[in-house]
């Protein structure tokens, strides 16, 4: 099937406005029969939440926390993206388009960009009037930093915690609606199918983590805003709850998941120290704002201290490779350079797998206090981590799995391709193509909670009954028989290995083999691998105690076993794509430099993934991408 | 970076089956500890040799593991977080204890925070105090410039100071009184200082400070143990701006 | 009026009141220290006192409505905060509570009876102990009533122990009132607890030199 984004035609400058008019709207005395689900409540599900809340549809919203303010979102330390061109450096909405079209590596939508970068500015706007501490200068105006795969400083940041103070702001308004009646909050609920009755989106089945109850809701509309899956990698910086879950159960009642093989691999993590490890902490991409990355030029000086090695004994690599961007070259470009200087032996740390960020260039040049000040937090974490003082020796860092860009297929109305499913922020594709700049994912989960969901999802429930579907309908029992029969399955086993020791196995399979260099060889040994573990799983793994109750076991097995599903798809995509591009990088598709090299010939198009029951391939579709205003060049950052 | 000295420690967790069971220490040992593991990790590994036993592995909450979702929550020997200065459960790390040790392991108590299971309490009370007020209400669009408000740095500063708050529950936990009070005024100084803030600081700081009495929390008599046990090391400067907001509320 | 129910505003009666009376407490204690200067000196003051007539009944309504909104609160909020803090931990380690912070309803409730004591002791005299006589200019003998009360051992030691109390009070109170009264800030807040407690260990130790110099002969009749 060829699949249509329904991206409106035109102009770009005007495709936003113009749609935006185009849709119909559901009057203000209706909008309150309308019933509303958001799953997940960091900056996408709380800002959507909060939104469509205000707007005065009834909403109910769910989270697996025990509060909606504590969505991993909550952890994005940098910095969001915004066109205003406060510091009159030659920004604009369409260099933003651009950036992000260009730094997704050619693989997002035009329209859905361009709407973005149209939005950023209002996303601002809003959170400085919730009460965002973003950073000021001394006149009390906004400040900017730098992030990479731009050469304008238009990332708004508050301190290294601005995800933080979004999130907040986001549950603010949040809060407030739920104060007002507007949004019943649900925590502690993890959604464990979908409902969809008739071939429409109609509900969720949910368990109480605290009692273990199922619990079953129907609604007009489901927005699944449940972020990223890239803890399939085991360890990665995202939260402990983090999974596919949600959208893996939406993948299985149909709804097509797009691009899985884009996974973000972070350039500046702290290097992992040991196997007992349970995930790996971000050092922000702002850090290279003031920050040098090198590894030794010889080999025989990295059992010494970084201070004894001689400058010109240093090789900065990314200032070599890519002297125009320098240490601000994109994640994706950075990690693999990192991950080069390794595999050439010249990692430093333990098992040679880190490089230096030095920050002794800038304390020389503006302070040590300047430092702190910017990034104390950071310089904190770090030394309670590891127990080094990174203002004394430069910090260790390695790459890290981070951000999803593929996810759950949507269109221009962020509505999959089940009717009356809309996916937001991470959980969708959309935006990022195949690589995401940094301060880009804020940007985007806002995006969509706070000005686009509000608006299209009028349009579809301005053309739909309210109410026709409640938790009586037989799809919604069978959904809860369902659920119960996998759960039951899952305690059954009562096997010999415990649920992390698959969950670390796939993650070590996926990283070693479909990490930061893929080829055909390791993804099809990949493709073996995972559903013989899948099936040692379902014959071997122990889940104590029981569904009854509150059961942290049996979460994490309901999670693992989707990651093990998911994995496979994952492969197959990788697999399927044979071309480099931004975070899928196939080592058969290299130039003899090292880049990526897209095959846009062949594969300019989103590759959505049809569930087609167990045991059976997923069939692919295709939306072909069509650059009409940014065009398809080879990415260079040299 | 030493992997070869590894500790073994005898823990002692509460374990309670539900809000109304009644609760009691058990004992473990943990072995093979390094330096290195986390808090977090050391209970992981315990918990892996407790499910391969056959038995109900200890639940905690914990998410980010990075310092800053504010689920973990465990009173180490006595301590809401350990004691480390500015840490959480999950960055504090073992090498802050010596091999042989004996620790402690409680859930928070507070008659505000019941427990649900073992070392998980209920912290909705802190939303609904956010509920009551934690917030400017605009609404989503027709707002201002962010420039057009401007916010001298020292001011953005201070009411970042406040913001940093991740609404962990340890200042109520560490409360000789089980007082919320600085989780409460750490909202209210950050949007009393804030231009945005201003027109509804009155309402805000009697209705933040009603929610915070019915919820059953304590009343603040200013200990100051809640700063130092606080993550984010959150000044008690705040409680003396609420203090001031709430008195400027009455007239 | 939400003053006198609310969590902060009890606090802030609690906090007025209680600086008010540690004015009286300073400024009792100035009167007091006129026994150093001898019988002429404390009589003479006694005497002055007396003097005022109905003001000095406007003054002790005035005491009595202090000490009864400061103790009624007080006891109110502790039994709050008790049934706040409804379990304690196994291991007990503070890492800032004072012990005079988190003892503060005991001292509180020492200083009360004290106060009782010491009205029906000297004021109402009616205690066995009160030796009462006129000096040689008329005036009512204070300074031989302290003295011979004082080389009672055990007389002394109930206003030595209650005036340890009262430091330890005041020790976390001085402090706490800038607080609650939302005058302390980040840079001021260490200056106000170590000035509170100077204050505190003065007026404590103040107090306490009278009977100990009594009972060690400094003083005598």
């Not at chain 1, 950071?378 to 390695?398: H, V």
């Not at chain 2, 929550?73 to 006595?78: A, D, F, P, T």
């Not at chain 2, 420039?147 to 940093?164: F, H, I, Q, S, T």
């Not at chain 3, 006192?49 to 909104?69: A, C, K, N, T, Y």
Request: hydrophobic letters at 40%; one cysteine or more.
């Amino acid at each position: 099937m060829i699949l249509d984004g329904k991206c409106p035609t035109g102009p770009i400058e005007k495709t936003w406005d113009k749609h935006r008019f185009d849709l119909k709207l559901v009057n203000p005395a209706n909008k309150r029969k309308y019933k509303v689900i958001v799953v997940g409540t960091g900056l996408a599900g709380g800002a959507a939440a909060a939104s469509l809340g205000e707007l005065g549809y009834q909403v109910e919203a769910f989270c697996y926390q025990d509060s909606p303010r504590r969505a991993h979102s909550i952890a994005a330390q940098g910095g969001i993206n915004a066109a205003k061109a406060y510091p009159n450096d030659g920004d604009s909405i369409y260099r933003l388009f651009y950036d992000t079209i260009k730094g997704g590596d050619f693989r997002a939508r035009e329209a859905d960009v361009w709407r973005l970068a149209q939005v950023s500015n209002n996303i601002i706007d809003q959170c400085v009037a919730q009460g965002v501490p973003f950073a000021r200068d001394y006149a009390g105006y906004l400040d900017n930093r730098s992030f990479g795969g731009a050469q304008v400083s238009r990332t708004f940041y508050a301190r290294g915690q601005t995800g933080q103070q979004l999130l907040l702001g986001a549950y603010s308004a949040l809060s407030r609606q739920i104060k007002a009646g507007t949004v019943k909050m649900y925590p502690r609920r993890e959604m464990l199918d979908l409902v969809v009755v008739d071939g429409v989106a109609k509900g969720i089945t949910v368990r109480n983590l605290i009692t273990g109850e199922l619990e079953s809701y129907a609604a007009d509309a489901v927005c699944l805003a449940t972020g990223g899956y890239v803890n399939v990698f085991y360890l990665s910086t995202n939260a402990m709850g983090c999974s596919v879950t949600a959208n893996w159960k939406a993948y299985r009642k149909g709804a097509f998941f797009a691009n899985p093989c884009y996974t973000q691999i972070h350039p500046t993590c702290i290097p992992q120290a040991g196997d007992y490890q349970s995930k790996l902490t971000l050092m922000s991409e702002s850090l290279r704002n003031d920050g040098r990355c090198w590894v030794p030029k010889k080999k025989e000086d990295l059992a010494k201290h970084p201070d004894q090695i001689p400058e010109e004994d240093r090789d900065y690599y990314l200032e070599r490779k890519y002297p125009s961007f320098g240490n601000l070259a994109p994640r994706d470009i950075a990690s693999r350079a990192a991950k080069e200087q390794c595999d050439d032996g010249r990692g430093v740390g333990p098992g040679g797998r880190g490089v230096y960020l030095d920050f002794s260039t800038s304390i020389g040049r503006v302070g040590e206090n300047t430092i702190k000040e910017r990034y104390g937090n950071l310089f904190e974490m770090y030394e309670k981590i590891t127990d080094e003082n990174a203002y004394k020796r430069p910090m260790r860092i390695y790459p890290a799995p981070h951000y999803a860009m593929g996810g759950l297929w949507v269109d221009y109305n962020l509505m999959s391709n089940i009717p009356g499913l809309f996916v937001l922020g991470e959980a969708n594709f959309s935006v990022h193509g195949a690589n995401r700049l940094g301060a880009s994912a804020l940007m985007q989960g806002l995006a969509d909670g706070y000005f686009v969901i509000p608006y299209t999802i009028g349009g579809y429930l301005a053309g739909v009954k309210p109410g026709t579907v409640g938790t009586d309908n037989p799809e919604f029992k069978k959904s809860v028989e369902d659920v119960v029969s996998y759960r039951d399955k899952l305690l059954s086993v009562n096997g010999k290995k415990t649920v992390s020791e698959f969950m670390r196995e796939v993650g070590h399979l996926m990283w070693e083999n479909c990490g930061m260099a893929r080829s055909k060889e390791s993804l099809t040994d990949n493709l073996k691998k995972i559903p013989a573990l899948k099936e040692e799983f379902w014959k071997n793994v122990k889940v104590t105690g029981t569904g009854a109750e509150l059961n942290q076991d049996l979460e994490n097995a309901g999670r693992t076993a989707d990651f093990l599903e998911f994995a496979e798809l994952l492969c197959t995509d990788a697999l399927h794509r044979e071309e480099s591009c931004g975070g899928h990088f196939r080592v058969e598709h290299q130039t003899s430099d090292g880049e990526a090299m897209r095959d846009d010939e062949n594969f300019c198009y989103v590759g959505a993934w049809e569930f087609k029951g167990d045991g059976k391939d997923p069939e692919l579709h295709k939306e072909p991408l069509r650059f009409e205003n940014v065009h398809l060049a080879v990415r260079s950052y040299k | 970076m030493s992997e070869h000295k590894t500790m073994t420690l005898t823990l002692n967790v509460w374990r309670q089956k539900g809000p109304n069971a009644p609760g009691k220490f058990e004992t473990y040992t943990a072995k093979g500890i390094t330096e290195h593991h986390s808090f977090l990790e050391m209970i992981d590994v315990v918990n892996e040799d407790l499910i391969k036993a056959g038995k109900d592995p200890i639940v905690f909450d914990h998410d980010c593991r990075e310092g800053i979702c504010g689920m973990c929550s465990q009173v180490i020997n006595g301590v809401p977080h350990g004691g480390q200065e500015r840490t959480t459960v999950c960055q504090l790390h073992m090498r802050k204890f010596k091999d042989g040790d004996t620790i402690y392991i409680e859930p928070w108590r507070a008659a505000a925070f019941p427990i649900l299971k073992d070392l998980i309490v209920d912290r909705s009370a802190y939303d609904t105090i956010t509920q009551a007020g934690g917030y400017t209400s605009c609404h989503t669009g027709g707002v201002p410039d962010g420039n057009a408000l401007l916010v001298p740095k020292g001011v953005a500063d201070y009411a970042m100071d406040a913001a940093e708050c991740i609404g962990c529950g340890a200042c109520a936990a560490g409360c000789p009184n089980s007082s919320a009070m600085l989780f409460t005024s750490a909202k209210v100084a950050q949007l009393a200082v804030l231009p945005q803030g201003q027109a509804e600081a009155k309402k805000r700081v009697t209705s933040m400070v009603d929610a915070m009495q019915e919820c059953g929390f304590g009343n603040c008599s200013n200990h100051y143990e809640c700063q130092a046990v606080c993550p984010k090391g959150i000044n008690v400067k705040f409680i003396a701006k609420l203090n001031r907001e709430y008195l400027k509320a009455q007239f | 009026m939400s003053l006198f129910t609310s969590t902060v505003g009890r606090k802030i009666i609690m906090a007025i009141t209680g600086q008010l009376m540690v004015l009286f407490v300073i400024v009792h204690l100035l009167g007091n220290s006129s026994i150093f200067i001898g019988p002429n000196g404390i009589n003479a003051y006694a005497e002055h006192l007396h003097s005022l007539g109905p003001l000095v009944w406007v003054f002790r309504l005035i005491m009595l409505v202090l000490v009864s909104l400061h103790g009624w609160f007080g006891i109110q909020l502790t039994l709050e905060n008790k049934a706040a803090a409804t379990t304690t931990y196994a291991v007990n380690r503070k890492l800032k509570a004072s012990f005079a912070g988190e003892n503060m309803i005991w001292t509180g409730l020492i200083v009360l009876a004290f106060i009782v004591y010491h009205l029906l002791h000297f004021t109402a005299r009616v205690t066995p102990d009160i030796v009462a006589g006129t000096d040689a200019a008329g005036r009512y003998d204070v300074y031989t009533m302290v003295v011979s009360s004082f080389q009672h051992g055990a007389i002394a030691l109930i206003y030595i122990v209650a005036m340890i109390a009262l430091l330890l009070h005041l020790f976390h109170g001085i402090q706490s009132f800038f607080q609650t009264m939302g005058w302390n800030s980040e840079r001021s807040q260490c200056r106000i607890t170590t000035g509170g407690r100077v204050v505190a260990a003065i007026l404590g130790l103040g107090y306490i030199a009278i009977p100990v110099s009594i009972l060690i002969g400094i003083l005598n009749k």
